[in-house]
C-alpha cells in the first residue's frame, strides 16, 4: 500500500511536507509518494486579504482528498480555515516548532534599529498591524511571494541570488517579515536580524504548527479506524500542540474572524495549566486589544472553552469596533 500525499507545490510546502512524508514512511513501514497539488492561491496574484485570505491554499487539497486523488494532505496549519470540512479530519498535529515572527533586514538591522520612513513588506494583515503599532513611522508594504522571493527584496541578505535593485521585485525594501518556522524549515534563518517576542508581535493561530488532514474515516480518532495508516498519523500527533492550536482557532472561530483579521494568539502548555493570550489590532496600528487567561482543562474541550473566553475578552473589549474582523 502506497500512502499518496497531498501538497502544494512551493518550495516550502514540498519541504515540510516531505519531511512528514519520512516520518510517516518511517513510523508505517509503507511507501509514500507526493502528489502536487495546483491551489487557488499558487495561480492568482494580488493582495491575500482580497483573494479571500489563507483558505484559498487549502480547498483544492481538501477537494483532492474527497476525490481520494490523495490520502493525506498536510498544511501549515494557519492556513486552515476554522470551519469543518465534511468528510475530513486533522488526524494529527505534530510537535510544533518556533512560532515566533522575524525580520529579516538590510545590514542587520532591528525593528527600533530601522530609520523613520524605512520600507518593509508583508502579506499579512496580522503582521502589518503589529508592526504599525510598534514604529508608526515605518511605511509597511503589502508583498505576495513565495520565501525566496520575498527575502529577495531585501539587498544583501544570504542566499540572494542578485543585488540589483528592481522595484517590486528585487533589493527594493529594508526588511520583510516572515515566519521563523518556515525559515527554520528552509534552513534559510541566516537571514534573521531579529525575532519577534510575543509582547511585541503576537503570531497567527497555529503558526509554526502544521496540519495533516485525511478522510474522516482513515482518522485516528474515529472508533473503530485501526489500520496501519491511522496508526501512523497517531504516531505523529504531539498533544500538546493540538491543545494549543484548539485554543488558538477557538478565538478566531468566536470572534468569527476570517483570514486576513489582524487577530493574533499564541497558547502553550506550562505544567498543569495551558496559558493563551490574544491580540485584535487596528490595521493602521492606533488601537490594539490584548487579553490572557489559563485554564487547567487539559482537553480539546477545555482549550476550546479558554479560547471562547478569551475572545469574549476581545469583544467587551472592543476588538470589534477597531478591526474589521470579517476581514475574508
Known sequence: MTIRIGTRASKLALTQTQQTADQLAAVGGFPVELVHIKTEGDVRTGSLSQMGGTGVFVA??????LAETCDVAVHSLKDLPTGAAVGLSIAATPKRVDVRDVLCARDGLTLAELPGGAKVGTGSPRRAAQLRAARPDIEVLDIRGNVDTRLGRVPGLPGNVTDQVVPGKSCD???????????????????????????VMLPAPGQGALAIECRTADAPQVEGSNGVLAQALAALNDDDTRLA?????AVLARLEAGCAAPVG?????????????????????T????EKKATD????VGATLLGIEVAELLLAA?????????AS
Open 60 to 65: 483544492a487539497l481538501r477537494d483532492a482528498l
Open 287 to 290: 488601537k490594539t486589544v490584548r
Open 245 to 249: 492550536v484548539t485554543a488558538e482557532r
Open 318 to 326: 472592543g476588538a470589534a469596533e477597531i478591526a474589521d474582523l470579517a
Open 265 to 285: 494568539a499564541y497558547a502553550f502548555r506550562k505544567g498543569s495549566m495551558l496559558h493563551l493570550e490574544a491580540v485584535v489590532c487596528a490595521v493602521d496600528g
Open 297 to 300: 482543562g487539559l482537553t480539546e
Open 173 to 199: 525594501l529594508d526588511a520583510v517579515v516572515l515566519a521563523a518556522a518556515g525559515l527554520e524549515r528552509m534552513d534559510r534563518l541566516d537571514t534573521v536580524s531579529e525575532f519577534f517576542e510575543t509582547d
